[in-house]
């Protein structure tokens, strides 16, 4: 058995393409009103496969951010600078988010009334707070600071009340519109949340709190894995631990359900119990059985997840509202005849909206298969 790096890093390129591939497929189908449940997002409490593709991005994001910087630190980099580097990349992440959001920057109001909660920006701002919580201290401190910010969440959430509402949290968590968390947004961003809302945020400003306790559980698995102990031991450790973190989140469930748009300590705890376990079964797969021949197609999403999910970002709102071209007798988006014309016509409408989306990641596969026979990484 075989305890080189290289290989250990194919498990985790191999993870994070399967989860920017499963990003693509869920936010591309061919029509949002016909979906398959476990592709769409849980109403609100609980969760499906597709709450899953979020946290797992983070806690690849966690585990890649402390070998990365880890090296660093091995070659003698300077820690100051290392730091710094951190938040630069923090922030342009940030960046790159607002300018997504804002895209096509016409009319004006998309850039003045751009959102500014957002999917990058939350991975920019969980990537800076989980690098920095655990730049310094011993391993126990930065999981007791996990601990305060999961529990500190809970207490938040729960027991604060929620002003103008004359209840405290626990007793409106069922509401979207009712958390504390809705009420900061609205208070502090107002006119800039989600569109579909307006009244709250899935990545809102509170929620991303326990997000960087998420990406702070990938930096500790990050640290098991690159560990001095054998294979076998660090996967079983992580199987084990996995196990634990998703035992533990179904019992945090009882009194502070899973649920994706708040984010809850409950989520934070399920999910990374599971991305644990499947990061280990890749290990398993790929180290141990030395099966890899399936690996292709997802570590080609693995080497390039900035410039898939950017590109594909820009293309989906290119084809879906933008580029219009005459259909029956009217200006249609590209997308609607894709849909209608190849797959919507022969199919029912689930499947037709499944097939498009599949069309889609198999269509951002052949690109960044180009940018990787080309070595052109989008890196930030």
């Not at 207490?155 to 409106?172: E, R, S």
């Not at 899935?202 to 997000?211: C, H």
């Not at 410039?307 to 005459?326: C, D, H, N």
Request: with cysteine; net charge positive; aromatic share 12%.
């Amino acid at each position: 058995m075989s305890d080189a790096p290289r290989e250990r890093l194919l498990a985790l390129d191999v993870f994070r393409g399967a989860t920017v591939a499963g990003m693509l497929l869920v936010n591309n189908p061919g029509n949002w009103g016909a979906i398959y449940p476990p592709l769409a997002h849980a109403r609100w409490h609980g969760w499906t496969p597709t709450d899953l593709i979020f946290p797992f991005f983070l806690f690849i994001a966690g585990v890649t951010t402390h070998i990365s910087l880890s090296a660093r630190r091995a070659r003698g980099d300077d820690e100051g600078a290392i730091l710094r580097q951190v938040v630069k990349r923090g922030l342009l992440i940030i960046l790159i988010g607002w300018a997504l959001a804002a895209f096509p920057f016409w009319p004006l109001s998309r850039i003045t009334d751009v959102r500014i909660p957002g999917v990058l920006p939350r991975i920019g701002l969980a990537y800076m707070g989980a690098a920095l919580l655990t730049s310094r201290g011993t391993l126990k401190q930065q999981v007791m600071v996990l601990v305060a910010l999961l529990y500190g969440y809970w207490f938040a959430m729960t027991l604060l009340p929620v002003p103008g509402l004359g209840g405290i949290g626990a007793n409106l968590l069922d509401d979207p519109s009712s958390s504390i968390a809705a009420w900061l947004d609205r208070t502090l961003l107002s006119g800039h949340l989600w569109r579909q809302s307006r009244t709250w945020d899935p990545e809102g400003l509170l929620s991303t709190v326990p997000a960087i306790g998420t990406a702070m559980l990938g930096v500790f698995t990050g640290r098991w894995l690159t560990g001095p102990r054998p294979l076998a031991e660090r996967i079983n450790g992580l199987f084990a631990v996995g196990c634990m973190g998703m035992v533990l989140g179904l019992m945090w469930h009882w009194s502070f359900p899973i649920n994706k748009a708040l984010w809850t300590s409950s989520y934070v705890l399920f999910t990374g119990g599971m991305a644990a376990v499947a990061i280990a079964t890749i290990l398993w797969i790929t180290d141990v059985q030395r099966v890899t021949g399936w690996t292709a197609f997802f570590v080609t999403y693995g080497l390039n997840p900035m410039a898939a999910f950017v590109g594909s970002g820009v293309m989906a709102r290119t084809i879906g509202s933008l580029w219009k071209i005459e259909y029956e007798g009217k200006a249609t988006a590209v997308q609607t005849i894709v849909y209608q014309e190849l797959f919507a016509s022969w199919l029912s409408p689930k499947t037709a909206s499944l097939g498009f989306a599949l069309a889609f990641v198999a269509t951002w596969y052949v690109i960044l298969a180009s940018m990787e026979r080309r070595a052109i990484v989008l890196k930030v």
